[in-house]
């Protein structure tokens, strides 16, 4: 087989597997059912950007003012970046009306998920599934964030939660009427949202722990005392605690060292 013959049939060999490779991967389509599943979203909102956070999904409502163009990703365990695997995609218009994912173009495109809305006024939503007490969202859109807890769930103990960019207020959970806490940038300059919460027992709990601990020491300690006043006790009465300064037996350095 002369070279450019093996040269032809490699090159024909990479082509069939980029094709394989594509159709393993996906076109870049979401699914339909995935797009079209039911949501009840709370389009009563006053941040360019609101996140929904629940125990395993969040929803996100983006606000839009002059755009109709949505990109979102997520960070991967490498710390590269991936499309997010968005679902229930609707828009509402201003004047109330909401169309579904039908009306809308979600494709993943690159690394990132881009939505493409019928107008570029009215707001756009979408629910992601997540899990654990940790949320993450590379920040694509500017201006105004608000982060809502999952019911439960408090921020503000620095070894148990971590709210970045630092520079949010809080509304608590005594003073909203749904019982969950509000987190709100009026105007996010981050590249990052990121906020590590913990269940409100959890405090109570890392609470008892630590006192606990601190307890077991001081006790320790207290034993360790009386343990080592016990010893000098005895030790005094077998007479092995003698004071040697004036010992009998001490009679200066031996001749001509003096």
Not at 5 to 28: H, I, Q, R
Not at 120 to 144: H, I, N, Q
Not at 169 to 196: F, I, K, M, P, Y
Not at 228 to 238: F, G, N, P, T, V
Request: proline share 3%; glycine share 10%; with cysteine.
């Amino acid at each position: 087989m002369n070279r450019r013959l093996l040269l032809g049939f490699v090159t024909v060999a990479a082509l069939a597997l980029t094709a394989g490779c594509t159709g393993l991967f996906g076109s870049g389509e979401f699914s339909d059912d995935q797009l079209s599943q039911e949501a009840d979203y709370d389009w009563d909102t006053s941040t360019d950007v609101t996140v929904n956070v629940t125990g395993d999904e969040y929803q996100a409502i983006y606000d839009l003012s002059n755009g109709s163009e949505v990109t979102a990703y997520q960070y991967e365990a490498l710390g590269g970046e991936a499309p997010v695997e968005v679902a229930a995609v609707q828009f509402r218009y201003p004047n109330g009306t909401v169309v579904t994912a039908e009306r809308l173009d979600v494709e993943r495109r690159d690394s990132a998920t881009v939505i493409r809305t019928p107008s570029d006024t009215g707001k756009l939503a979408y629910t992601v599934s997540r899990r654990g007490k940790t949320f993450t969202m590379p920040v694509t859109a500017e201006g105004s964030y608000e982060v809502v807890l999952p019911k439960g769930m408090r921020v503000g103990h620095f070894l148990l939660s971590n709210v970045r960019p630092g520079d949010y207020t809080t509304e608590s959970h005594t003073e909203t009427s749904d019982g969950r806490v509000h987190l709100v940038w009026n105007d996010v300059t981050a590249d990052t949202v990121s906020v590590r919460y913990y269940l409100a027992r959890d405090l109570t709990i890392f609470t008892a722990v630590v006192g606990g601990a601190v307890l077991v020491a001081l006790v320790g300690l207290a034993y360790f005392r009386l343990q080592i006043r016990e010893l000098e006790r005895q030790r005094e009465d077998m007479g092995l605690n003698v004071d040697t300064d004036d010992d009998e037996f001490d009679q200066g350095p031996p001749p001509g060292m003096g």
